[in-house]
Structure formats: C-alpha cells, structure tokens
C-alpha cells in the first residue's frame, strides 16, 4: 500500500526531492493543489506551522508545508526566514555581491516540514552545513543551489543529480523525519 502525502506548494523541484524520500518508505508526495499561505515571519517553523494549520482547515484533509531557508554565518544566519524574498529581489548574484570580501562563506540550509491533520500540527527539521561558491555552477535544481557546496563535496547542488543532493540535503533531512513518523504512526496498534 502507498500512502500519500499532500504538499501546498507550487515549487516542482522541491515536490520531487520530497517525493523521492517519501518513496522510500512507502509513500508519495504530491502538490495538494491549494494555496501556501506566504507568511513572512523570524523564523521558518513559525512559517511553516501557520502555512499548513491555514491549509489543513482550507483543504479539509491533511496537509503538509516546507519551508527553506539559507543562513550565510559572515552575515549573521541572513537571509535565513527571508531567503525567497531576497532570491526574487537580489538573485543568486546579489547573495555573492553581499559576500564579497568575507573571509568566512560558511553557510547552512534548514528546512522545517510542517504536517497538518487530526493529529494536530507535527514538525521536522532538517540541516546541512556547506560553504557559499565563489561562482555560480551547474544547472540543476533551484534557488541557490548554483551557489552551495555541501560539507565532503567539492560540486554544488547544481551540478549533482536529484539523488545525490538528496543525501545531502536539508529537504531530504526533514524528509526523512517524516518517514520516520510516518512509519511510526502507521504501525502503531
Ligand atoms: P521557500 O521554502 O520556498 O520559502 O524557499 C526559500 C528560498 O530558499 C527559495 O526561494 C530558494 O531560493 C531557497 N532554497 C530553499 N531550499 C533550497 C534548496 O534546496 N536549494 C536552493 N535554494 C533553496
């Protein structure tokens, strides 16, 4: 049996890296086809949690949200909540302009998946450490993943397939959480 776990979000790639774990225990994920709720706040679980109860009472059936964020250490964990809002307005290359000069291009993504139901509202995380890339590379992915090179790597995001960023990633991290409840609860008495 495939179980399946519904995604308010409109970002294809993210739903295929998610989709990816969620097959390894026996699960699917799939666009639940309603809107995200944007909330802009300090912190991504706030975003999150907000973005999947507001669905889940919307959509009447459970509902998960991820939500990501990039935290630059020389810039004191930005753009971290803010990151879509600065990818729209300053792009991969503003990111580099903000970093030019800084000795320190350490960086990390989180990713906080948020799922709603009868349950209530569960939560789990993910992280991955790396460093920001002098240069755009590759063109896989999305966002940021040109620009972000994994601890133990020496490619960024972009230049590795689906899989291979997904042993890696931030995304795949909390995804795995996921599962871990997911199986959890499904073999629960
Ligand atoms: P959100 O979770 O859709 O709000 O994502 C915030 C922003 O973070 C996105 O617009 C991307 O620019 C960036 N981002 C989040 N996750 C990733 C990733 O896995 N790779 C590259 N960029 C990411």
Redesign the pocket.
């Known amino acids: 049996m495939t179980g399946l776990v519904l995604f308010a ?1 409109g ?1 294809r ?2 739903l295929a ?1 998610l989709d990816a774990v969620l097959r390894g225990c026996g699960y699917r994920a799939e666009a639940a086809g309603v809107p ?1 709720l ?1 909330l802009q706040a300090d912190s ?1 679980e706030e ?2 949690v907000a973005a999947a109860a507001t669905a889940y009472a919307a959509a009447g059936r459970p509902i998960a949200v ?5 935290f630059v250490d020389a810039l004191n964990g930005f ?1 971290g ?1 803010y ?6 307005t300053l792009g991969v290359r503003g990111l580099l302009r903000l970093l030019e000069g800084a000795g320190d291009r350490a960086a990390e ?1 989180r ?1 906080v998946i948020a799922y709603a139901g009868p349950w209530g509202v569960k939560v789990f995380t993910g992280r991955v450490r790396g460093t920001i890339a002098a240069e755009p590379r590759g063109s896989g ?6 620009v ?1 090179i994994p601890e133990g790597e020496t490619r960024t ?2 230049e590795m397939t689906l899989e291979e ?1 997904n042993r890696y ?3 795949a991290a909390a995804a795995r959480e996921l599962c871990r409840w997911l199986r959890e609860a499904r073999e629960a008495p």
């Open positions: 979000t970002n790639h993210k890296e995200k944007e991504l975003i999150a991820e939500d990501a964020g990039l753009p909540p990151t879509s809002y600065v990818y729209k993504f990713s992915g999305f966002g940021y993943d040109p972000f995001f972009a960023k990633s931030h995304r």
